[in-house]
């Protein structure tokens, strides 16, 4: 009778395992800390030993020139699948003197006092290392890497310099790694995606066109590919950019843009930073002109894509009113059992103002959405909402009709 009952209790623990699921928790909530108006730009990773690092940009005011605000960086980590979390601390900061980026100071309401880090991006080495960029100014970029999992960085290095062999192509002002996660190629390469621009149009961000660059001595070195993305008039301002690798090697890069189309931009590279393909629409993604979220499901023998970005059907409808094709809302999960030829499966996370995302998946299985939402928020920025939110499900729930 023991034995029955212990097989009885075992089947129920494995049926119960595989029932769908989704949790939501609150990590960043304007209010939390009088000194941030503003939380933007969600970026999750799981490291190689499991543990979970969010980070977002913290941003002094709520509204008007918002990315040249005096903005920090803030990281959190989880130690159990996603579930608790440290109190967050800033994670970036270069010593000494800073000067505002001169494309910035041109722009009405820019505080010269301000100090804008910006563009956080981390990757998690295969070797247990989790390495980290991030902009200062939009103009400089620097480079530091945890040994500890995420608990402590080393001094941040400049790197600039390896952005210099882009001006032979594009004489940039302006410029910005990822954000969100990025990735490390079976040959051990870290690639991050990058966008820059000439300062000249909307923001100081515009025009602007998307690349990589590339470190093959974990992290040492630094070295820019070739334009992925340029402006054109069918590829307007590409931008925000998420990378992933695909199973046969090749490097697609799924690249937000401001074009007529209203869909993602997609190119794939053969070694993720030179000869890039011909970029193509993506029908399936919808684009509201927002970033969005790439990572691969491998896991109990299956290798799957998924995505994550605001499944704004407005832009479906011709000619929306002004603004309305831009609503970041109903923030989705899509799968893709095909190395994202198709998108056969799309399940909503948010119903309703929803923004910036980021997606990772942890050792046992979890998937992560860390994505910015309005929730009860009131008199917040409608692009970045009053909250970032990790949804935590399982893909019994994201396939389940």
Avoid at 171 to 192: E, F
Avoid at 268 to 284: E, L, M, Q, R, V
Avoid at 350 to 358: I, L, T, W
């Amino acid at each position: 009778m023991n034995h029955i009952a212990a097989l009885i209790i075992a089947l129920i623990g494995v049926i119960h395992a595989a029932e769908p699921f989704i949790e939501k928790q609150d990590l960043f909530i304007v209010g939390d800390n009088p000194a941030y108006s503003l939380y933007h730009i969600p970026g999750v990773v799981v490291t190689a030993k499991g543990t979970v690092l969010t980070w977002c940009e913290a941003r002094k005011r709520a509204a008007g020139v918002s990315d040249w605000d005096d903005i920090c960086i803030l990281l959190r980590r989880s130690t159990d699948d996603g579930k608790t979390w440290s109190t967050a601390r800033s994670v970036a900061d270069v010593p000494g003197p800073k000067a505002k980026n001169p494309f910035a100071l041109k722009m009405k309401n820019v505080d010269p006092n301000d100090v804008t880090y910006n563009n956080p991006v981390l990757i998690a080495d295969k070797d247990g290392t989790v390495h980290m960029l991030f902009c200062l100014e939009y103009m400089r970029v620097f480079y530091q890497r945890s040994d500890d999992d995420g608990l402590t960085f080393s001094t941040p290095i400049e790197i600039t310099s390896a952005f210099d062999a882009f001006k032979k192509d594009y004489d940039w002002k302006v410029l910005a790694t990822g954000p969100n996660h990025s990735i490390q190629l079976k040959t051990g390469r870290l690639v991050v995606p990058v966008w820059l621009s000439t300062g000249t149009g909307g923001n100081a961000h515009r025009p602007s066109v998307t690349a990589t660059i590339y470190s093959d001595d974990s992290g040492k070195s630094w070295h820019a590919g070739d334009i992925a993305v340029p402006c054109t008039e069918e590829w307007i301002n590409p931008n925000e950019t998420a990378a992933i690798e695909l199973n046969d090697g090749r490097v697609m890069l799924n690249v937000r843009s401001e074009s007529k189309a209203h869909r993602r931009l997609v190119t794939t590279s053969s070694d993720g930073s030179t000869n890039w393909s011909t970029p193509k629409f993506d029908d399936a993604l919808l684009e509201p002109i927002c970033m969005g979220g790439i990572v691969r499901y491998q896991h109990e023998g299956q290798s799957l894509i998924l995505f994550s970005n605001p499944h704004n059907l407005d832009v479906t409808k011709g000619k929306p009113e002004p603004g309305k094709s831009r609503a970041r809302k109903n923030v989705s999960v899509k799968l893709s059992h095909d190395e994202a030829q198709t998108w056969p499966v799309n399940k909503l996370i948010e119903d309703g103002p929803s923004m910036y995302s980021d997606l990772a998946v942890t050792h046992s299985g979890t998937i992560l959405c860390f994505y910015g939402r309005s929730g009860d928020s009131k008199g917040v920025a409608a692009f970045a909402g009053g909250r970032l939110t990790l949804a935590r499900f399982n893909l019994d729930w994201l396939t389940k009709p």
